[in-house]
């Protein structure tokens, strides 16, 4: 598992190496408006992205060869997305939490409380999507990627137009502790390991 975890941030870091310095530079644009993007673009870039370069170059083939189990080939995606996800959260409560200290912009009320419910997103898009692309492909799961992506995207366009529904929001998940909705994503991308290997046994033995 772990050399296949390697391989995936040496993919990454090669790769999709503009994408993640994008990632990196919503994480630290002061005021933190485009730090929920940050978080899709960790769980698009560390798992998903990561399979389109798997299926083009054949990876699944010779995969197959090696002493791998169809589960550890699964499982690494969803590894991959996690630890993205988590770098990203880290990433950004660090950078914002610095400018807020230095003074160069100021933190809205309940932004940590915020960044859990994004990564807790992030966490149920690992889970909707990874299912659909192990089962169909990169090239066709991708629509529900995009689905998904662009759901997020409008709704936290809506919360920038509107503070006072987003306020609202965290208001209303705040009345369970906050950290947890990471964790429960976490809980609901771990349940849907199975179904990912189901259909990825059914697609690649066809």
Do not use: H
């Amino acid at each position: 598992m772990k050399a296949l975890i390697r391989k995936d941030i040496y993919l990454m870091l090669t790769q999709f190496r503009s994408l993640f310095l994008v990632m990196v530079i919503f994480s630290a644009i002061p005021g933190g408006l485009f730090v929920p993007f940050s978080f899709l673009y960790a769980m698009m870039l560390t798992s998903v992205s990561l399979m389109s370069v798997d299926e083009q170059s054949q990876w699944e083939a010779l995969a197959l060869m090696l002493p791998y189990s169809r589960r550890q080939l699964v499982t690494v995606k969803y590894v991959m997305g996690w630890l993205g996800i988590a770098a990203t959260l880290v990433i950004s409560a660090a950078l914002q939490g610095l400018w807020a200290v230095t003074g160069v912009s100021e933190l809205q009320e309940g932004f940590f409380e915020a960044m859990c419910v994004y990564a807790a997103i992030a966490g149920v898009g690992l889970a909707l999507v990874l299912p659909v692309n192990f089962r169909f492909g990169y090239a066709k799961g991708r629509i529900m990627t995009i689905l998904f992506a662009g759901i997020i995207g409008g709704a936290v366009g809506v919360s920038m137009n509107n503070e006072e529904a987003a306020l609202t929001f965290l208001s209303a998940v705040s009345r369970v502790p906050v950290p947890v909705y990471p964790l429960l994503a976490a809980a609901l991308c771990a349940a849907t390991i199975p179904l990912s290997v189901a259909g990825y046994k059914k697609r690649v033995e066809k």
